[in-house]
């Protein structure tokens, strides 16, 4: 399949590291095709997006033109790059959450930070850092749509047993609401509710369990308190 036009852009993703060791996987992959060259795409842009673990944070692969830009990756290998040709590829201001003596930088072999910087000559105005102390919240409204309801992401970084978050972008001052745990969606109780009064609310990381599958009993591992996702509603 050739894609063409292609955007790639906000989206998060995390890879617990427990989850990985069962099964390499996750991140953001963009003209992935395993085991196969025969296909190559047209042109992609790949903006804002916040990758967390995985056997790649961040794969982009095979793209005649391809733009590249303040995206965040963290892991033990953060960015996976296969192309014949680098030309027209357009890769700059994002983040990597690394050790930049560590080979978590690949272009036809894991190479270091510099290595990989020198091999394709891209990333000049890239960031490697070290794990951030504070955590990082994503609130996004579903409004229009759905009009008082949204999702709170949250990279708990510090391992906080629970974080701040900004609920202005979905509440109203004086909306009664409720925050449920995504991985215990239908849960008798909500984690959190009450009356917003405006400003920042505190969101529990100690996490939930979830309920079994149906037809199964194999549990997926949980994330919290390093990660979790939730959904709000104005009741």
Request: hydrophobic residues 40%.
């Given at each position: 399949?050739?894609?063409?036009?292609?955007?790639?852009?906000?989206?998060?993703?995390?890879?617990?590291?427990?989850?990985?060791?069962?099964?390499?996987?996750?991140?953001?992959?963009?003209?992935?095709?395993?085991?196969?060259?025969?296909?190559?795409?047209?042109?992609?842009?790949?903006?804002?997006?916040?990758?967390?673990?995985?056997?790649?944070?961040?794969?982009?692969?095979?793209?005649?033109?391809?733009?590249?830009?303040?995206?965040?990756?963290?892991?033990?290998?953060v960015v996976?790059?296969?192309?014949?040709?680098?030309?027209?590829?357009?890769?700059?201001?994002?983040?990597?959450?690394?050790?930049?003596?560590?080979?978590?930088?690949?272009?036809?072999?894991?190479?270091?930070?510099?290595?990989?910087k020198?091999?394709?000559?891209?990333?000049?105005?890239?960031?490697?850092?070290?794990?951030?102390?504070?955590?990082?919240?994503?609130?996004?409204?579903?409004?229009?749509?759905?009009?008082?309801?949204?999702?709170?992401?949250?990279?708990?970084?510090?391992?906080?047993?629970?974080?701040?978050?900004?609920?202005?972008?979905?509440?109203?001052?004086?909306d009664?609401?409720?925050?449920?745990?995504?991985?215990?969606?239908?849960?008798?109780?909500?984690?959190?509710?009450?009356?917003?009064?405006?400003?920042?609310?505190?969101?529990?990381?100690?996490g939930?369990?979830?309920?079994?599958?149906?037809?199964?009993?194999?549990?997926?591992?949980?994330?919290?308190?390093?990660?979790?996702?939730?959904?709000?509603?104005?009741?």
């Open positions: 399949v050739i894609v063409s036009n292609d955007t790639v852009r906000r989206n998060m993703s995390y890879y617990s590291p427990r989850a990985k060791l069962e099964n390499p996987g996750g991140g953001i992959r963009v003209g992935y095709e395993p085991g196969s060259w025969s296909s190559r795409h047209d042109h992609a842009v790949v903006t804002d997006n916040y990758t967390v673990g995985g056997s790649d944070a961040l794969q982009i692969r095979n793209w005649d033109t391809v733009v590249v830009r303040n995206n965040v990756a963290a892991g033990s290998s996976l790059l296969e192309d014949a040709g680098l030309a027209n590829y357009t890769w700059n201001a994002n983040t990597y959450y690394a050790d930049p003596s560590s080979p978590a930088w690949f272009f036809n072999a894991p190479l270091v930070w510099q290595q990989w020198d091999a394709t000559g891209l990333g000049a105005s890239d960031v490697v850092t070290g794990q951030p102390g504070s955590p990082k919240v994503f609130v996004r409204s579903l409004a229009p749509y759905v009009a008082g309801r949204g999702h709170i992401i949250i990279y708990n970084w510090g391992m906080a047993a629970s974080v701040p978050a900004d609920l202005s972008p979905i509440l109203s001052p004086g009664s609401f409720a925050v449920w745990n995504v991985q215990d969606l239908f849960a008798t109780t909500p984690v959190l509710s009450g009356t917003y009064r405006g400003g920042t609310v505190s969101i529990p990381m100690t939930v369990t979830p309920p079994s599958p149906v037809g199964g009993t194999r549990l997926p591992p949980g994330t919290a308190p390093e990660f979790d996702v939730f959904v709000v509603h104005r009741r």
